[in-house]
């Protein structure tokens, strides 16, 4: 039986596992088909291009970052050709933007007291594509907060100064990325975004408006509902579904690969148009 996994994360972004750390924990959960799907990288598909025989299938995979309305949205796209031109651009455009974005974060997280968060955070993505973990694991070691969660809760989080969106490009460039590199752009956890569902909804028409495919229903520690609720509009706004855990770490208690809550009957599984 297939057991798919379309959402996932390496030390190429802010993953725990490498690449073939992540394979091999796939296989112990007999994962039969796994998407990795880093943070606006996809250097785990360049390390992997050449491995002979995985023992399954692996789906080329990236999550860009991008904005809609303000709100940093994060953008799934599937199958896609790691090679074509416009993912190398569409990876150095990304790429920019985090550099730039650390700048900002760092200068206001300096005027609060704390130094050398840049070099800190930089360091702690060790030349992988760097993130706000990076800078929530460099404040945990020097001290400034006492765990990961306190320092998106207090600095980096939705709405906090570290919480820097408008450099993201808007959804509409990220999903023509995805679509002209041949992939398939699902709109990640939707159910995570801080909004009301009028505006989830106006989101979801707004994707589907440009070029969007399909949204995922099911996703890691997810709240109960969700998914039915989600395949209710994607069979309204005529989407596909995609389920992934969006894994990051074996020592996150709520995220464990390969699980996710049942796919509603319903939903058309975008694996179909692979
Ligand atoms: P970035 O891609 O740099 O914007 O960072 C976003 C990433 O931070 C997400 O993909 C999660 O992996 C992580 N993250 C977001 N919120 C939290 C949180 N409250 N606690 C721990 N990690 C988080
Ligand atoms: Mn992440
Ligand atoms: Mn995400
Ligand atoms: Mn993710």
């Known amino acids: 039986m297939s057991h798919f996994d379309l959402h996932s994360h390496t030390t190429c972004s802010d993953g725990k596992l490498s690449p073939q750390e992540l394979i091999n924990l796939a296989l112990e959960n007999n994962i039969t088909d796994l998407a990795i799907t880093d943070h606006d990288t996809v250097a785990a598909h360049r390390q992997l291009e050449n491995v002979k025989d995985l023992g399954l299938n692996l789906?080329?995979?990236?999550e860009f970052s991008g904005q809609w309305a303000k709100i940093g949205i994060h953008i799934v796209g599937l199958n896609i050709d790691i090679n074509s031109?416009?993912?190398?651009?569409?990876?150095?455009?990304?790429?920019?933007i985090r550099l730039e974005r650390l700048e900002r974060i760092a200068y206001k997280l300096e005027k609060r007291g704390f130094s050398n968060i840049l070099e800190g955070a930089l360091e702690e993505a060790g030349g992988n594509q760097?993130?706000?973990?990076?800078?929530?694991?460099?404040?945990l070691k020097e001290g400034m907060v006492r765990s990961i969660s306190s320092a998106f809760?207090?600095?980096?989080g939705a709405g906090k100064v570290g919480d820097v969106s408008s450099l993201w490009p808007d959804i509409e460039d990220t999903v023509e990325w995805i679509n002209q590199a041949g992939g398939i752009?699902?709109?990640?956890?939707?159910?995570r975004y801080k909004m009301t569902r009028s505006k989830r909804i106006r989101l979801i028409q707004d994707f589907k408006d440009c070029g969007g495919s399909a949204l995922e229903v099911c996703t890691g520690n997810q709240p109960n509902g969700m998914a039915e609720d989600l395949a209710n509009i994607c069979e309204q706004?005529?989407?596909?579904?995609?389920?992934?855990?969006?894994?990051?770490?074996?020592s996150y208690q709520w995220v464990k690969l390969g699980r996710y809550p049942r796919l509603p009957k319903?939903?058309?599984?975008?694996?179909?148009?692979?």
């Open 237 to 250: 706004y005529d989407l596909m579904a995609s389920v992934g855990s969006d894994f990051h770490s074996p």
């Open 59 to 62: 789906i080329s995979g990236v």
């Open 85 to 96: 031109e416009v993912i190398l651009k569409a990876e150095a455009h990304q790429n920019k």
């Open 153 to 156: 809760d207090k600095y980096l």
């Open 130 to 139: 760097v993130g706000r973990p990076h800078i929530a694991r460099y404040m």
């Open 266 to 274: 319903k939903c058309r599984p975008v694996w179909e148009a692979f």
């Open 185 to 191: 752009a699902v709109i990640a956890h939707p159910g």
